[in-house]
């Protein structure tokens, strides 16, 4: 029986376990990026560790999430952050250079290595048939540290893909089509992997977006094998010599086949609120567009881009659209300014937006009320653009650049009268890396910066043998990262927890901050119960940080996201799901809940899989839960977090 590309990888980076389904395992990461957003807490953590210098092969810390800079604190971060690269060994790229998904894969993406990034959307390295998968920041700094990462070893899913795109449909089709079949939940502990004749069809800027929103879906990561199309891409960058051919064994068993005929895929969007909540172009045309923005680290490649510059060629965006067009990096804004390409954006009427992720994590560009907003970004959670009645669809550049045109939602098949925009492969893109800076040879007697916003983390505390708690707030399904912790005008708080905190929930209700301080005053524990698919989205560790730092000891749900289960075990917060799912309508918010000897019973739970009892104080009604967590896990939650038993250990 022949293997999986994704086995074959794991095996050549396999740390401790077996390469058996649903096993712990861990591996050996080779490179890591962080992102500036959450990138100060990273390396912050790195340094509570007191090594002398980064131990992986590389890590690179890229600046592209706070970029306005509204006040000083994003600036102070940036410059900590510059600082701490040079002082550690870590490659630095500067505001300006692009967003980390996008330089990574043109710059330092290697087919064959793992890579680690504390941002949800690493898997679009998968594009270049890398194991790259989105953590919290502290197993960024962990793995930094040369410390294995560990997880579930996942089983396989393979994606066939035959035949090739139809004029004018694209990646973002195909993927929309994945999220169609899968949904944004259930999908945990899963890898997607792409295989089929049609796989060469694809450039691997399409390949990465593809990669890159399989993350909606929940899977740990996806990708695609490295062939000629990988070599040619890679060649183009003048890093020809980083190509290794790896696919999967022709005889390679998965545990399920999903076949896309590519010729049959059609122009698809994702309706509000939710990237799983996906229809046809068609079934929404003509519905009147008020703001269409164009870019991210899903569809902001040179390839992408160039089409939307064919598009608008001639023709004037629509007098009630707002168009913003933000290349994902230096490299593909220089290429569009030697090419024309800008200037046919420009003329068009666009808005040139920075090379960042702007838009996307709702840093700029906020729609009107109640407006509809076409986007070629990855999520339309509500209240993620900042304007909580917008309508936000995810689209493909090209309905999205149509739609612009015509003012309002637009079919790509459609009669529309507007030629198909070429496809183009360069056979050498402009590479220029000066806005890199790479750490010195040798000597690194730098001093670190530290402005005033940028505090120490947070310290966890020893788990209680007994928790006496409230339910200090119940929630429905699908709580994303961003209803925990909000991004937007508050990102400039990711280095001071105790400012942060205070726009914990902030969306979903205003007052959990002082009820959990409250509570925390009385020696009582803060409890959150939520439905389905808690902590989807992003990787933002804080969600747990700060639930952590306002004495939250015990998250509740009917089940929970892969990266957010994690971030909670590593921060010291008990994940715990019921049982039986129809419990959850007997335990209201503000009841005081009862788990005597919980240490002693999630060991019995781990060892034997007795359910663990949780009482009900006022009624005496008993809940049973299971946690879904490893023995180490188990120990971190114990001493207070995995920083705090990575201490211990070294002592």
Known sequence: MGSTLTYKILSQHLQSGTLEKGNDISVIIDQTLTQDATGTMAYLQFEALGLDKVRNELAVSYVDHNTIQVGFENADDHAYLQSVANKYNIVFSRPGNGICHQVHLERFGVPGKTLLGSDSHTPTGGGLAMIAIGAGGLDIAMAMAKEPFHLICPKVVGIRLTGALRPFVSAKDVILTVLEKYGVKGNVNTVFEYFGDGVGSLSVPERATICNMGAECGVTTSLFPSDEITLQFLASHNRADSYTSLSADDDAVYDEIFEIDLATVVPKTAAPHSPGNVVDVKSVQDLKVDQVLIGSCTNSSYADLYAVAQILENHTVHPSVSLGIAPGSREVLMMLSKDGSLSKMIASGARILESACGFCIGNHQSPGSNAVSLRTNNRNFEGRSGTKSAQVYLVSPETAALSAITGYFTDPLSNHGIPC????????????????????????????????????????????????????????????????????????????????????????????????????????????????????????????????????????????????????????????QFADESQYDLIGQGDELVISDILVQVQEHLDKGTPISIKIRKSDSVIEAVAQITPLQFEYIKVGGLLEYQKRKVQ
């Open 421 to 576: 925009p070429e496809k183009v492969y360069p056979e050498q893109f402009y590479v220029d890396d000066s806005m890199i800076e790479f750490p010195p040879s040798s000597g690194r007697d730098v001093k670190v910066v530290r402005g005033p916003n940028i505090g120490d983390p947070p310290k966890g505390t020893v788990f209680p043998s007994d928790i006496d708690g409230i339910v200090t707030l119940k929630t429905g399904d699908k709580i994303t990262t961003d209803h925990i912790m909000p991004a937007g005008q508050r990102l400039k708080f990711r280095s001071n927890i105790p400012a942060y905190a205070h726009y914990t929930f902030e969306g979903v209700d205003p007052t959990f901050h002082d009820r959990c301080k409250e509570i925390q005053s009385t020696g009582k524990a803060n409890v959150v119960v939520a439905g389905y698919s808690y902590g989807q989205g992003s990787s933002r560790e804080h969600a747990a940080i700060c639930p952590m730092y306002l004495g939250v000891k015990v998250i509740l749900t009917k089940s929970f996201e892969r990266i957010h289960h994690t971030n909670l075990c590593n921060f010291g917060i008990l994940p715990l």
